[in-house]
């Protein structure tokens, strides 16, 4: 590489190269469909058993009981009174959360899904305490 | 000539974390020079006691953002040992594609890193680019670029599909020709021989003296990888070479790192074509023990030991963490010395140090100008007055 004027092939392949960067945020970046991003939860499948807050290691999880609880089915007469179900709620902080997804691997009804999504920056501290109901 | 010491770092533009070097200064000259640690302490191995196996892994894989991978191997290695699991070949295959794209992406990072420090931006720019293709191979096999969470107790946690080995196999072909050139440029180049060469000359002798590892050791000629020596996961099966170099100096350092790349392509196509069909995972009890167990770990920046000891609980006793780079730290000011102010900077990047994950705390008397040395009874002892100033007595436990 003791030649002058070495850098002249180098400069002329890189002239016409791909552009290495891409224009985010103008171009949405795109990740691969397995990515861990933000966990979304699904109410209707959760039977609130906790075991993703007790799987959590940085405690980013909250199972509290819905405010409103569905009324109970109609019993058929002369059969045993069946409880309703329960409905829950899921309190994820965002600013806890370390996007391992091992709360997706312990739900046992898969009430917990781990989306694509990144870009959960904000300048509020309040939005980053989500209530999905 | 009068003697000047001076301090370089904590906050310095050519350190990447906080760090203090003391120098003493001959003119341009370094004459003596000490490491003093402590500045990003973070309790992880206190932490790592109230947590449970599982939480552990994600809190020791935070131990390093570079080297996740191997330390919550490592980790797990120690885990499984004591539960005594088997764990399935499928899943020992996937560990060592991950810890060499790991391997991969760590020099490469250091190579951009190392650029940077002989004020050869280019060479920065090139090979944080190619980066991007074994952060991408990442991604694509473990959901995330740094934090890959692949390892659980008992395997892993996502399996490699064919279509995933192919995209992997084509990434690590435009990676092969990429090192091509990067070792034509290392050891060609004039920009590069001139900052390298006879740059923090760290002799074999003396290497073997201050116990170097990884590659500041290989570079020094010394024969210390783990993988070869002390087989793990899949490597004892595996056909690949342990890079020596015998210059001692940062060239060395460059080379063996380099070369360790085309390794690595190697080793990551033996595993992808092995690849043995059945489970990724075996399950494992929560609570696991009692016992013990100590492992090492070949390390992107060298070997990594992990201590375990487990009490029939769900939760670790004792996990104790000694990363690559404490173990080259000693040997640091030993190459700062006879060398000069400028090639500092360079030296030091050299051993591709990483002061969070090695960093110890200790407690510096000002007035008695000591250090000093609490044993356990000492610590427990200022625990429970720290809590009873706040209002919680804990001296009954």
């Known amino acids: 590489m003791k030649k002058p004027g070495r850098v002249l092939g180098e400069m002329l392949e890189n002239l016409f190269a791909k552009k290495a960067t891409s224009n985010y945020p103008f171009t949405k970046a795109v990740v691969d469909a397995r990515y861990r991003g933000r966990i979304a939860f699904e109410s209707d499948k959760c039977i609130g058993c906790k075991m993703c807050v007790r799987a959590c290691p940085s405690k980013a999880i909250e199972i509290p009981l819905s405010a409103e609880q569905p009324a109970a089915a109609p019993i058929p007469e002369g059969s045993a009174p069946v409880p309703a179900k329960k409905k829950f709620d899921c309190i994820m902080s965002l600013d806890r959360c370390i996007y391992c997804s091992q709360c997706v691997d312990v739900c046992p009804k898969k009430a917990l899904i781990s989306t694509t999504d990144f870009e959960l920056a904000h300048t509020d501290r309040k939005l980053l305490r989500l209530h999905y109901k | ?397």
Not at chain 2, 14 to 39: D, H, M, R, W
Not at chain 2, 63 to 81: A, F
Not at chain 2, 201 to 224: E, F, Q, Y
Not at chain 2, 313 to 324: G, L, Q, S, W
Request: hydrophobic share 35%; proline share 5%.
């Open chain 2, 1 to 397: 000539m009068t003697k000047m010491t001076i301090p370089l770092g904590p906050q310095h533009p050519a350190l990447k974390e906080p760090v203090n070097f003391s120098l003493v200064l001959e003119g341009e000259q370094i004459t003596g020079s000490t490491v003093n640690l402590g500045y990003n302490h973070r309790g992880i191995e206190k932490a790592a006691e109230s947590r449970t196996y599982l939480q552990d892994i994600y809190l020791l894989e935070r131990v390093c953002g570079i080297c996740s991978h191997s330390h919550t191997t490592c980790y797990l290695t120690c885990v499984e040992e004591i539960a005594k699991a088997e764990v399935p070949e499928r899943a020992k295959a996937i560990r060592t594609i991950v810890a060499e794209l790991e391997r991969i992406h760590s020099h490469l990072l250091w190579l951009g890193i190392a650029g940077y420090e002989m004020g050869f931006e280019t060479l920065f720019m090139y090979s944080w680019r190619d980066r991007e293709q074994v952060l991408d191979c990442l991604e694509l096999v473990s959901g995330n670029r740094v934090h890959y969470a692949m390892n659980t107790i008992g395997g892993v946690r996502r399996d490699i599909t064919p279509e995933q080995k192919t995209e992997i196999l084509r990434r690590v072909s435009i990676l092969e020709e990429r090192t091509k050139y990067y070792i034509k440029l290392g050891t060609e180049e004039a920009t590069v021989l001139a900052r390298t060469q006879n740059v923090g000359l760290l002799p074999h002798d003396v290497a073997m003296n201050l116990g170097t590892i990884g590659p500041t050791g290989r570079a020094s000629g010394i024969k210390c990888d783990v993988r070869k020596h002390e087989p793990y996961l899949l490597y004892g099966k595996l056909d690949f070479k342990e890079i020596t170099h015998d210059t001692n100096d940062v060239f060395g350092r460059l080379v063996v790192r380099v070369l360790e790349l085309v390794e690595s392509y190697k080793i990551i196509r033996q595993v992808l074509n092995y690849l043995p069909d059945g489970p990724i995972a075996v399950k494992v009890p929560a609570k696991i023990g009692p016992g013990e167990a100590t492992n090492r770990y070949e390390a992107p920046r060298g070997e990594d030991i992990h201590y375990v000891k487990a009490n029939g609980t769900d939760k670790p006793e004792r996990v104790k963490v000694r990363a690559p780079t404490m173990a080259n730290y000693v040997a640091v000011p030993y190459m700062l010395n006879s060398g000069y102010l400028a090639d500092a900077p360079m030296t030091i990047a050299a051993i591709d140090p990483c002061m969070s994950c090695t960093d110890r705390a200790m407690v510096y008397d000002t007035k008695k100008n000591k250090v000093r040395i609490y044993g356990w009874d000492d610590l427990r002892k200022l625990g429970i007055e720290h809590y009873k100033k706040r209002g919680v007595d804990f001296s009954k436990l």
